[in-house]
């Protein structure tokens, strides 16, 4: 009997240790975005936004859905043009692995998303230029979380690789101008947030 006793409160409490080892955050995040090779404009950055649920079952081991946007001007390899904004709207899940759970807690993250891009000043030369398009993601990176009771500061790094090359309409023959296929982007973002246990 005495030893029945312990294990049956054991038994009870694990569920409950369980629980209090996991965590349900929100995180709004701000920052830069720049667009790789074929649309990279010399001229700035781009400015990105975003918010994202996670659900960390764990300590360790996690998934996180998200929203992320961004506004930025970009080259347009058809009309060679600087002055084309690009907008894109995008959702995202990801698995997420934290590296070391504790206070400062660094972790490596990659999922899958659907963005949706938008050209605000589109200029179309008989076809050819930048055009809006929904396409599948592959976005992955890392960043640091720094949890201060029930609040959180943090930094990400998010890379988005593009499953398509085809934001850029191709050049009217015999133009001689070459389009190139490396649209991806990635940007740094500023996370605050808060978590609950």
């Known amino acids: 009997m005495k030893k029945i006793l312990p294990t049956?409160?054991?038994?009870?409490?694990?569920?409950l240790a369980a629980r209090a080892e996991s965590e349900l955050s929100l995180t709004l995040q701000g920052g830069a975005v720049k667009y790789d090779q074929a649309l990279a404009s010399p001229s700035d950055l781009g400015a990105q936004y975003g918010v994202r649920l996670g659900i960390l079952p764990t300590p360790v081991l996690g998934v996180e859905v998200g929203y992320l946007g961004s506004q930025s001007n970009v080259r347009d390899v058809v009309n060679n043009t600087n002055s084309t904004r690009f907008i894109s709207n995008g959702a995202y899940a990801d698995a997420r692995v934290n590296v070391l759970p504790d206070n400062v807690m660094p972790y490596v993250f990659g999922g899958f998303g659907v963005t949706n891009f938008k050209v605000d000043n589109e200029v179309v030369n008989s076809g050819g230029g930048l055009h809006g398009k929904t396409v599948a993601t592959i976005p992955?990176?890392?960043?640091?979380?720094?949890?201060?009771?029930?609040?959180?500061?943090?930094?990400r790094f998010q890379y988005n690789y593009l499953l398509t090359d085809q934001l850029v309409r191709s050049s009217p023959s015999g133009s001689g101008v070459t389009t190139g296929n490396n649209t991806n982007f990635y940007g740094v973002n500023v996370d605050l947030g808060v978590s609950f246990h």
């Open 140 to 155: 992955f990176g890392g960043g640091v979380d720094f949890n201060l009771g029930a609040f959180k500061i943090g930094g």
């Open 8 to 15: 049956a409160a054991a038994l009870l409490l694990l569920p």
